[in-house]
């Protein structure tokens, strides 16, 4: 069966400190991967999605960068952190024969 | 991709059938109609998705009118563990494009 992880849990990070969030999928191959952030008390934003290897699509233009290094890894960053950047990032993937979205547990992050 | 408008929140009666309506007035022929729900700090599920015929699975029913511009998603026995934020999305699936793209949803609150 599929799953996917997603680390760490629950971050505090200070402004201007670096960032990766990480996200791996297993039991799949060629997944189509999404990074979502969701603020306080707000729905869900999509930042970044990915179709293959390399290959990012930027959805909002922001301090933060997405990367997939490997087919079932996709990994969130960023260089200098903004008191905005707090939320909650959800990473997914979604089987492309029937779009049902599987998401991970989420990571909390508050930048201080 | 089509947008789609839900009421900001709803409350229902414990017991009887709680449903959710979404407008996709810009829907294109080849974009399915998707429904997730997010309980508080968990990434959201997956509940059901249709074209143009009524579906049923074990969670819920989806009734989306002959013209396609609206849909409502029904609980048919609602419990305190479907108070939720529900979204609405619509999808279409080409490649290279894999965006899904959440609104603000509805805030279904059962009362005990």
């Known amino acids: 069966s599929q799953t996917i992880h997603q680390w760490p849990a629950t971050l505090v990070q200070p402004v201007g400190s670096p960032l990766s969030l990480e996200c791996t999928v297993e039991g799949t191959s060629n997944p189509n991967l999404y990074w979502y952030r969701q603020a306080a008390g707000r729905g869900l934003q999509l930042l970044f999605y990915s179709v293959g290897i390399g290959q990012i699509s930027s959805e909002v233009p922001q301090n933060l960068s997405a990367s997939r290094p490997q087919d079932r890894q996709f990994i969130l960053s960023s260089k200098k952190l903004l008191l905005s950047d707090s939320g909650f990032y959800l990473c997914a993937w979604s089987v492309l024969a029937t779009g049902e979205l599987f998401f991970g547990e989420g990571s909390r992050l508050t930048v201080l | 991709d089509a947008k789609t408008t839900q009421p900001p929140s709803m409350d229902c009666a414990e017991g009887r059938a709680a449903n959710l309506p979404c407008n996709h007035s810009t829907i294109s022929g080849n974009e399915y109609v998707y429904w997730y729900r997010q309980i508080h700090s968990q990434g959201p599920q997956y509940i059901i998705h249709?074209?143009?015929n009524n579906e049923t699975n074990e969670m819920a029913s989806l009734i989306i009118t002959e013209d396609r511009k609206s849909s409502t998603l029904i609980l048919p026995h609602a419990t305190l563990r479907d108070t939720a934020v529900y979204y609405c999305?619509?999808?279409?699936?080409?490649?290279?494009?894999?965006?899904?793209?959440f609104g603000t949803g509805t805030r279904l609150t059962i009362i005990p």
């Open positions: 249709g074209l143009k």
């Open positions: 999305i619509v999808r279409v699936t080409y490649f290279g494009n894999e965006k899904l793209t």
